[in-house]
């Protein structure tokens, strides 16, 4: 058993006493007979742990407060999984009195994002998981974090400007990666469209280091033939939509693939099934229409960034460090996933 998933619940079982035994012990208050705290105190022992420090952080009986900014799951079904992997890895560490303090933003709105972050830093919290996502603003956040010395874990995108421990994908890589898998399962060379959704990509910092390393790979001349065209899309309605890729496919006859740069790669499959169109279809993320195009086969791949497993480990990284001033890893850089229609099922 990992130490760092011991729970109340797991003490008490390889005890062999109540779980209110445990907490009683762990807190330093109430009645405990000498047998159970021996037993207790071996459990925790056994288990690795180092019991001065834990102890210490127990009895102290402090509040840790954790604040959470991301885009609003509401707005965006991409960061429901986000929401999921904190509020796991919080149940996992029952040990300890941790509240979440959750600010979202509107993605599409950058004043949003700046009045969401000020109201955090005026919370004072003890911690910060957070995603940047406009890149100046979160920069400035960032660095404000930092002259109140508030403690910060990035994930799904790396700001390597601010120094933050960060967990997730490499994002160049991963843009090498779509380019791969397009070179190897297309027939002929011809046209690649790169799509970037409802974002300002200059103001994007992880749709361009997506791109950045898309082109490197077609850069090199033993992958040259394919001609790249880079696509930034910002609208919503569906017949507006739909309208800008009948002339987009109209001017580009020999369209060959579509690499779409976040989740939202069903707008582009819903497009091409209507239309009857056969052309090979990249993106990311296991959202829910993404998984139904998947299964009708007019996505062909996914690749999957898993924001779940990105966040409950800077949870877990944070608690640790705030609790028990474990120094947490500069760099966690998650596998890339390649999800198909047959291996699907693997992934919840």
Known sequence: MKKERLTTKDIAKLADVSRGTVDRVLHGRGK????????????????????NKLAKALQANKITVMAFLIPSP????????AQQGLEQAVDAMDLFSIEVASYYFDPKDKED?????????DAHPDGVIF???FYQESIAFLTQCKEQDIPCVTFNTQLKECAQPFIGQDLFQSGQVAASLIKKSTATKGDILIVHFDESVSNALHMQKKEAGFFDFYSKPENAGYKLTTVNIQKDDASELFSYFDEVFQTQKGIVAVYVTNSKCYKVAQYLANNDIDCLLIGYDLIQENRTYLTKSTIDYLIYQNPKMQVSLAAKNLADHLILNKEMPAITFL?????IKENLDTIK
């Open 74 to 81: 509401e707005l965006d079904e991409y960061w429901q999984f």
């Open 335 to 339: 596998p890339l996933d390649i999800i």
């Open 113 to 121: 994002f700046i009045n969401q972050s000020q109201a955090l830093l």
């Open 131 to 133: 995603a940047p996502f």
């Open 32 to 51: 405990v007979s000498d047998k159970a705290r021996e037993k207790v105190m071996k459990v925790l022992e056994e288990q690795d742990y180092k019991p």
